[in-house]
């Protein structure tokens, strides 16, 4: 079975400033991809990047990034420039090629403060 | 862009009642789940559908049912409920071979059981 661990359940960062959100994995699988979704308060959860794990380059998205470490089985976030906007529970998450279903990690609920 | 709708985002029900939880989409996904989010715990897959009337177990599918007799709704059934499914419920679907599968998520329904 498929495990997501994610071992900050908060975490606070000033606007402006680079925090990194930790995710660890463990998969039997040779491919899979990995996720992390973005919960606001109130709000409905949306993906903010992707990696698919043959890929050895980690993926952008603008502020976001991740530092994908296959051998350790680590994938984490970073945000840079963090905004008000950013304030969320993340979830980290991972899927192999069985059936679409994914396994999610406990979440961080990060807070971005002036 | 894709929408996934749930059928309340608040509801209040009593111990031994039988409850209904709608999910609509409209992009005509094969891939429909049935979510339970709780803190500290993440998320827990309850149910999910792969096609109209095929169903398969998640992680946690005790005093749960579902229903699927068309694509786009998937409804979650709960036969009758008890305390500790007191949550917070998440609808999401895809497409099984689209955008490396990421999954699109309702508002969520927040269900309390007295």
């Known amino acids: 079975a498929q495990t997501v661990t994610q071992s900050q359940p908060e975490m606070s960062v000033q606007e402006a400033e680079t925090v990194t959100l930790s995710c660890t994995y463990d998969?039997?699988?040779?491919?899979?991809?990995l996720f992390w979704y973005k919960q606001p308060p109130s709000r409905q959860m949306i993906l903010v990047i992707r990696?698919?794990?043959?890929?050895?380059q980690n993926a952008t998205e603008n502020r976001f990034s991740v530092n994908f470490q296959k051998a350790a089985k680590s994938f984490s976030l970073k945000i840079s420039d963090s905004q008000l906007g950013d304030t969320a529970m993340y979830f980290c998450?991972?899927?192999?090629?069985?059936?679409?279903?994914?396994?999610f990690g406990t979440g961080t609920r990060l807070q971005v403060t002036l | 862009d894709v929408k996934v709708t749930q059928s309340s985002r608040y509801l209040v029900k009593r111990t031994g009642e039988k409850v209904f939880l709608e999910c609509v989409q409209d992009?005509?996904?094969?891939?429909m789940f049935w979510y339970r989010q709780d803190p500290g715990l993440g998320l827990r897959l309850i149910y999910f559908s792969y096609d109209v009337k095929m169903k398969e177990k998640g992680d946690i599918p005790e005093g749960y049912s579902v229903s699927r007799e068309k694509k786009e709704r998937f409804s979650l059934i709960l036969e009758s409920a008890s305390t500790n499914q007191t949550s917070m419920y998440l609808c999401a679907s895809n497409h099984p071979s689209g955008a490396y599968n990421e999954q699109f998520f309702g508002p969520g329904t927040r269900l309390t059981v007295l």
């Open positions: 998450a991972s899927h192999t090629g069985t059936a679409s279903k994914l396994t």
């Open positions: 992009m005509d996904h094969e891939n």
């Open positions: 990696q698919e794990a043959y890929k050895q």
């Open positions: 998969t039997s699988e040779s491919n899979y991809y």
